[in-house]
């Protein structure tokens, strides 16, 4: 596969519940990044990281999303009281040291009803 | 206003036809354009990366070309089989953040026996 895990893989809330999205990249890959997809649509960057540190985050929609990868491994997506807009395929990509190639995991298809 | 525009929406042909899949964008400064294949409820997997150096690009049945002066890039799939049935996401990489990909929003193409 590509190398990345993610769980849960569908999500199904009520709106104003917090969801909490994982993803596991193969240990030792540098970069990690989260994209947002809807349907028909192209991935949606939302954030960066560079090992531990969060170096972009310029794509999360508001402050009701953020993310964290505390041991520049696994990384949390967490979405706040959400909204039926935030209905989508979450998804995780990895690259590998020294090349430029992402790859992305099986994505979590978040609904908020 | 979306960086990279893609064309057509959406094509079928039949088994054994070619295509061409045709890219956009106005992503600057430019790095690198890939193309991905996504399967129905899978992530985007890589077909070809290309530099601005590079006008050509193949990966069996799949040949990218790329005219950096243009900026269009085209997606050429050689005697269609129905495993070839895919959205076809055409990815810019540049601008401000070298690490930021902006997607397309894809060609669904359907391959029918």
């Known amino acids: 596969g590509a190398g990345v895990s993610q769980s849960p893989r569908y999500k199904v809330t009520k709106r104003g519940q917090d969801v909490a999205l994982r993803c596991d990249p193969i240990?030792?890959?540098?970069?990690l990044y989260w994209y947002r997809q809807a349907l028909g649509q192209g991935p949606e960057f939302l954030t960066y990281?560079?090992?531990?540190?969060?170096?972009?985050k310029s794509g999360l929609p508001n402050d009701r999303f953020s993310a964290e990868r505390p041991e520049g491994s696994i990384s949390t997506l967490t979405i706040q009281r959400t909204e039926q807009r935030d209905s989508a395929m979450y998804r995780c990509a990895r690259t590998e040291a020294g090349l430029n190639e992402q790859f992305f995991g099986p994505g979590t298809r978040l609904t908020v009803l | 206003k979306n960086q990279v525009e893609q064309s057509p929406q959406s094509l079928i042909i039949l088994e054994g036809k070619n295509c061409t899949l045709q890219c956009n964008y106005t992503v600057s400064p430019f790095s690198n354009l890939r193309w991905y294949k996504q399967d129905t409820g899978r992530g985007p997997v890589s077909l070809t990366i290309m530099t601005f150096s590079e006008n050509t690009k193949s990966n069996g049945r799949y040949t990218a070309t790329l005219d950096a002066d243009t900026k269009q890039s085209s997606l050429h799939i050689t005697a269609s089989q129905l495993s070839d049935s895919a959205s076809y996401i055409c990815?810019?990489?540049?601008?401000?953040?070298?690490?930021?990909?902006?997607f397309g929003a894809g060609t669904t193409v359907t391959v029918r026996a």
């Open positions: 240990s030792g890959h540098v970069s």
């Open positions: 990281f560079n090992y531990e540190a969060q170096q972009d």
């Open positions: 990815v810019v990489s540049g601008g401000s953040n070298d690490y930021k990909l902006s």
